[in-house]
């Protein structure tokens, strides 16, 4: 059906170009023609989606490669800046931040399709192994990848990771220091980081080109599992596959764009909006969602080497798998035992997920050793065991139709799925004894949410009246208050308001620094009580006052099972857990501890802070603060006005991100709905036979 | 078959193709304006206000607005007098001294410096017109800014400004 020699320009000067490079006859042989079996489900266009993600976060970083500065005292910043003043800078980070998540949902369901109807198998153990390789510098890049922004757990997860290799015997704390370029991560380690994970996503294209190339060489593998006999078994790839690709293709970026526009920081951390710190380790360190359930590996084995050669190992064996399943027959459907057990190993790994986002104490780590075990133990002992035991189903003569209907099933499983595997829980600023902030009524909340105007100009009253002594707002410049979806002051308001505050400027032509009256283009002025870290520690009782213009982002608690999944759902989503702590902590202080706390020299006790023990004295007290809009001058108004405050400051283009968003949404139904019947229509002759 | 299907089905076909085209340059629009400048470099651009005094007569001093190079020259009689007896319309840009200055401050002379050729710094009190010299491509400006010789298509450009009050003057 297919073969090099078909394709025919008639076109003179595509003929003359063809005689000298056949490009369109390896494209047209490898695209279009290319017999593709006509029984494949839905589970066989993950490869096209993945190729889609692979193209979108190599452009959408290209694109954020031209704005990020890869240096520890402005890597943080200029990721905001992205965040804050480049155009389209927030949706084009979302999409990447996101799209890496979107790639391991994508991989992962392309990896259990292949356990599934193994896919692995002779002959197509090659295939399967540059997929290994594959997702091993996936893994590779994503982690790189994530230490870019240098915020805290950026700075962790790159010292934790590196440390692996300190496990080494003799030679594993020299491999670490070569690793870093340093005695810690620092400047260098991040540089070279940028670097790789700028090279790394060409070598993943090179080996996808190899892995394509290798899948053209011994056919596609099929929910049946035998190989087509005649062209009555296969359809031409385009348009049949192509088609059947897009549909889902947009499908996939129906569920993407409701990550990127209404939940962009549900799989994130919380702790990477504060700056790295490396003085300072988060209370809970956890790794990106799709490294789960080998961190649970890691920390199952209570001994370091073990733990890592075992975390390694757990990756590395998938690709002996071709020679650990003795079972001849390829799909699951016609391996009554192995389809079980597949489901159970299904399991073992999103419970490894979920026990490798929990802390490493008491039962979870029991359970972590147990389904550790059972991982390796679905490897080395059950799939070799199976082949021989089991007495497969007959199979088909020809590949049939039947499995169609099956794959529809499987679809709604999968999809369940995955999207538990996807929703895994965000870090948590918090200890365990503390109880769940109040969930406050926010204007901008849900998926058409706008900021209240009037609130957020009450709440810049109390950043300026109260928090600023000590609290910057450094990312934020004057002119932001003008901003669309903002506080809505006037620009002749933004310029006396600016006016307000002094900031330094020069050396003029003296050579002085000199102080001027602000303009709308500067930045907040720091703090005027203290003048650098070491001062406000000493001034404050060893703390120094956070930043506020990300804070609402830096601050979260956790939601616990199982309302972190209900957190992810349209219409239930939740991403207020930041202003929620905010106006829980500043209504949290007691004048007297509860009885068996005792609040050491300089603290105060506020139930909502991890620990209990804030340096921060109560700041806001009934009347401090003039309103002129007749709004309540209570503790309670202040806390929600300057929190509503601090969410507009962290995520400036929230109204603009939930409307593009809803554009986006109705355009890509509209999308899908037409590829949908497309792709009928063209299956259509397909189906009537 | 009947005969209205191949219409209906061109006309799905099309409509698929046109609404993905849709979405493609959609999508493209972001990553187009992106590099457009930014909001902090645009606010960055606001006007400056310079002060005259300070500059001695025959001195050119340079100030630097939204990144460019600003000359601002104190001009002497004698370079006031070469600027204007000069017959514009012999000039390969023809424009009077007058259109280059603003009224009653003939001696303030406030131009880009940048050369029209290709984008080089022009030297100032250099080359047989007591103008401006540009070292890459001999590009010659008078004193009031505007070509005489060599590659430049046109005069030194005159940003916008006014004069905020005699020895004041606010860029942009």
Known sequence: ?689 | MSAAEPTRRDFLYIATGTVGAVGAAAVAWPMISQMNPDASTIAAGAPIEVDLGPVAEGQVIKVFWRSKPIFIGHRSKKEIEEAQKIDPKTLPDPQPDSARVKPGHDQWLVLIGICTHLGCIPLAHQGEYDGFFCPCHGSQYDTSGRIRRGPAPANLAVPPYEFVSDTKIRIG
């Open chain 1, 1 to 689: 059906m297919s073969g090099p020699s078909t394709y025919q320009p008639n076109n003179a000067f595509l003929k003359w170009f063809e005689a000298r490079l056949p490009l369109g006859g390896l494209i047209h042989s490898s695209f279009v023609v290319y017999p593709t079996p006509r029984n494949l489900n839905y589970w066989w266009t993950f490869g096209a989606i993945l190729s889609f993600m692979l193209g979108a976060q190599i452009v959408t970083g290209i694109i954020l490669t031209m704005h990020y500065t890869p240096h520890v005292d402005m890597a943080f910043n200029s990721v905001e800046h992205i965040m804050r003043d480049v155009n389209y800078g927030w949706l084009l980070r979302y999409l990447h931040s996101n799209g890496a998540s979107m790639f391991f949902v994508a991989v992962y369901i392309h990896m259990f399709r292949g356990l599934y109807y193994g896919s692995y198998k002779e002959p197509r153990e090659v295939l399967w192994i540059l997929g290994v390789i594959i997702y091993l510098l996936m893994m590779a890049t994503g982690f790189l990848g994530y230490t870019l922004p240098w915020g805290q757990m950026s700075f962790w997860g790159a010292t934790v990771i590196t440390n692996f290799f300190s496990a080494i015997p003799l030679v594993g704390e020299s491999i670490v220091t070569w690793l870093w370029g340093g005695y810690a991560v620092g400047n260098p380690t991040l540089q070279r980081f940028f670097s790789l994970h700028y090279l790394l996503p060409f070598v993943i294209a090179g080996v996808v080109v190899l892995h394509v190339w290798a899948l053209h060489v011994v056919g596609q593998n099929n929910p049946v599992g035998i190989d087509p006999k005649s062209g009555q078994d296969t359809v031409p790839f385009t348009p049949h596959a192509t088609i059947k690709d897009g549909f889902m293709v947009a499908l996939f970026c129906l569920f993407f764009a409701w990550f990127v526009f209404y939940i962009p920081n549900y799989l994130g951390h919380a702790d990477n909006y504060t700056q790295a710190n490396p003085g300072v380790t988060p209370a809970h360190i956890v790794p990106e969602w799709y490294y789960l359930p080998f961190y649970a590996i890691l920390r199952a084995i209570p001994n370091k080497l073990a733990g890592v050669i075992a975390m390694f190992g757990s990756i590395l064996i998938l690709a002996f798998l071709p020679w650990l399943d003795t079972s001849r027959v390829k799909s699951a459907t016609f391996r009554p035992l192995y389809k079980q057990f597949f489901w159970v190993f299904v399991l073992v790994c999103l419970g490894l997920g979920y026990l490798g986002s929990r802390p490493a104490e008491g039962g979870y780590v029991i359970a972590a050793r147990i389904l550790t075990a059972y991982y390796f133990i679905h490897f080395l002992i059950v799939l070799p065991l199976l082949g021989l035991i089991e007495t497969p189903r007959p199979l088909p003569n020809s590949i049939s139709e039947s499995v169609l209907k099956k794959a529809a099933v499987l679809l709604a499983i999968g999809i369940g799925a995955a999207s538990l595997l996807v929703m895994t829980p965000s870090a948590f600023a918090q200890g365990h004894d503390t109880p769940h902030p109040p969930r406050n009524k926010w204007s901008f909340a849900g998926g058409f949410g706008k900021f209240d105007e009037a609130q957020l100009q009450r709440g810049f009253k109390v950043y300026k009246e109260v928090c600023q002594n000590c609290h910057g707002l450094s990312l934020l410049s004057f002119r932001n208050l003008a901003d669309p979806g903002g506080p809505g002051f006037t620009p002749a308001q933004v310029q006396t308001i600016a006016a307000d505050y002094k900031i330094q400027d020069g050396p003029n032509d003296q050579g002085e620094m000199f102080e001027r009256n602000g303009r709308p283009a500067d930045r907040f002025p720091p703090p005027t009580t203290w003048k650098n870290e070491a001062q406000a520690r000493a001034l404050y009782n060893g703390t120094v006052p956070p930043d506020m213009s990300v804070l609402a982002k830096a601050r979260s608690y956790e939601r616990g099972f199982p309302w972190f999944l209900l957190d992810a759902l349209p219409f239930l989503q939740y991403q207020e857990h930041g202003v929620d702590y905010i106006v829980a902590l500043l209504k949290g202080y007691k004048d007297k501890p509860p009885e068996g706390v005792t609040i050491p020299q300089g603290g105060y006790y506020n139930e909502y802070f991890p620990g209990h023990s804030i340096a921060m004295p109560p700041p806001l007290t009934d009347g401090r603060v003039d309103y002129t809009d007749g709004s309540p001058a209570t503790v309670d108004q202040y806390a929600r006005d300057v929190a509503a405050f601090m969410m507009w400051t962290a995520e400036p283009h929230l109204e603009a991100r939930k409307r593009i968003g809803f554009q986006v949404m109705i355009f890509l139904l509209i999308f899908a709905g037409l590829m949908y019947f497309t792709k009928k229509k063209v299956w259509r002759d397909v189906h009537a036979h």
